[in-house]
């Protein structure tokens, strides 16, 4: 049976062992993907993201009980970043993932970046499409806890959670710009400490000044004892009605297609093109060096 | 092909609360370059062998000093090999007495470190049983 068909029949290690081809970008993965490909698109995909520490993984975890309490099979890919030192990465999501251990119907995924920025590994938007085609009714993508606006995982998920937690720091500070431009559901975790009520209110304020079409919801969550989740996932779930009234689910995936389709013609042309001129390629490069020729000229000619 | 780092899976099975060793070793295989994958305390060897199916690790190690090891090792090399894993090479560190170590190695454990092994003697043979 090929990797693909065993994957397609529920074999959990066949699909742990093509998410390992895809990231290390070995040649077999692309059939298997190719053939995997047109059975996704049924999966709803949830991306967690947040500053580091505020819950992520705590939360993730409470969801994905709350899915199996509803009998609905979840994936969770949990991204944290690789050393741009060593190239290693220590991936310790999984600690807080532990009561979801020994559930057939969970699958749990630790990733590193491996270089990549934006809070993603590179290969995550495969790895979504593969764990799609395996059956996954949720799929819960975990960011690295950057605390930048990460906008990769806004477009690869059809609903993307913002966690806060109170006491980082000043509260409005907390809250960076452009963390509004991504979160379809803002989640203030840890409400059981000091200061919540206020980094609530900071929240508000700041999506009062928002004009977005879509009224971001505010729940307060203590995942670490299972309150709120609830309401987030019912929160999702109206964010998820949203868009499949407003055609925002096509367009979503139109948007998420037309990047994935740049991406890949971008790598494509890129090898080809250094596969066929790698000698002038070098040639240039000491012209360039040296000041005898400039960039953009010489960027020209190779390419005519 | 780009690199394939070699993936790990640091685990403390049993009830055994002395994580340090543990912790140290994820950082030194980090600090080699390997993809740790740190699961945390109180885990039942059904939790380390569905763990390293679905991170498709490279190498399980096992950390115990609380003495338990006979009773734990065992069951995790019998559940990795139920699951298909045969691939999966597995190193146990912690408090292991000498006269135990020979029915580990018997067992299939790659490698038995005790306390005060340098974490690069550790690394070196990891990298050499993994060899990719
Ligand atoms: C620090 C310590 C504690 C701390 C632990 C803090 C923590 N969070 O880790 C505290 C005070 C909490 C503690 C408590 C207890 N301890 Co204590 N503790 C120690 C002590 C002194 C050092 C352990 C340590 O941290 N070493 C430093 C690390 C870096 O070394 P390491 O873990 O050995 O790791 C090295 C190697 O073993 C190896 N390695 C370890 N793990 C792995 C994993 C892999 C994959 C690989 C490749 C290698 C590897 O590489 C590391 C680097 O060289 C040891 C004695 C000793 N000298 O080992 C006793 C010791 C382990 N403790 C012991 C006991 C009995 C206890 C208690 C039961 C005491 C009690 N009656 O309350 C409790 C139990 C706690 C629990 N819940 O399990 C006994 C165990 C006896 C046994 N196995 O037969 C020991 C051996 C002391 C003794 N001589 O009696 N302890
Ligand atoms: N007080 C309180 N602590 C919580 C709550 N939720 C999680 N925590 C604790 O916060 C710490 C971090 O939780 P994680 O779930 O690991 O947070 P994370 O955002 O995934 O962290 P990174 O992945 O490292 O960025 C842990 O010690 C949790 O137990 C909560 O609701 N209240
Ligand atoms: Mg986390």
């Known amino acids: 049976m090929t990797l693909h068909d065993s994957i397609l029949s529920g074999d959990r290690r066949a699909l742990a062992r093509l998410i390992t081809k895809i990231e290390n970008d070995q040649p077999e993965s692309r059939a298997a993907l190719a053939a995997l490909y047109p059975r ?36 969770i890919i949990a991204v944290d970043p690789t050393s741009p030192f060593t190239g290693g990465a220590i991936l310790g999501d999984r600690i807080r993932m532990r009561d979801l251990s020994g559930d057939d119907g969970v699958f749990i995924r630790s990733m590193a970046t491996r270089g990549s920025l934006g809070g993603l590994a590179r290969a995550t938007d495969e790895v979504v499409a593969v764990v799609d085609a395996a059956g996954f009714d949720v799929i819960m993508i975990e960011t ?22 109170p006491g980082l720091g000043d509260d409005v500070q907390a809250i960076k710009a452009g963390i509004l431009e991504i979160a379809d559901v803002l989640v203030l ?58 055609d925002g689910m096509i367009q979503r995936e139109r948007d998420r297609v037309r990047r994935q389709l740049e991406n890949l013609a971008r790598d494509l042309l890129y090898s080809r093109f250094i596969a066929a001129k790698r000698d002038e390629v070098d040639a240039a490069i000491e012209a360039v060096a040296s000041r005898q020729r400039d960039p953009y000229s010489v960027v020209d000619e190779l390419l005519k | 092909m780009t690199t394939s780092p070699i993936r790990v899976l640091v685990a403390k099975p049993g009830l055994d609360g ?32 569905e763990a390293a199916l679905q991170e498709d690790v490279d190498v399980v190690g096992l950390s ?32 292991v007495p000498d006269e135990d170590i020979p029915p580990l190695k018997a067992l299939g454990v790659a490698d038995v470190f005790g306390p005060g092994t340098s974490t690069d003697v550790i690394v070196e043979s990891i990298r050499k049983t993994i060899r990719k």
């Open chain 1, 40 to 75: 996704g698109g049924r999966a709803q995909v949830i991306g967690v993201t947040g500053a580091p520490g505020t819950g992520k993984s705590t939360l993730v975890s409470e969801m994905a009980k709350a899915y199996r309490r509803a009998a609905k099979t979840v994936a």
């Open chain 1, 144 to 165: 690295v806890g950057a605390g930048q606006s990460e906008v990769d995982i806004a477009r690869l998920a059809h609903t993307t959670l913002v966690v806060e937690a």
């Open chain 1, 189 to 246: 975790n840890k409400a059981d400490l000091p200061g919540a009520e206020a980094a609530t209110r900071a929240l508000r304020g700041m999506l009062m000044l928002a004009h977005t079409q879509w009224d971001v919801p505010i729940c307060e969550t203590v995942a670490a004892e299972g309150k709120g989740v609830a309401e987030v996932i019912a929160a999702i779930d109206r964010h998820r009605n949203y868009l499949l009234q407003n």
């Open chain 2, 18 to 49: 002395h994580d340090r060793g543990a912790k140290v070793i994820a950082r030194a295989l980090r600090d080699a370059g390997m993809e740790v994958i740190y699961t945390g305390l109180r885990q039942t060897p059904e939790m380390i062998a």
């Open chain 2, 64 to 95: 115990i000093l609380s003495g338990a090891h006979n009773a734990l090792v065992p069951k995790v090399m019998d559940l990795l090999k139920g699951k298909g894993l045969n691939d999966v090479r597995v190193f146990l560190g912690g408090i």
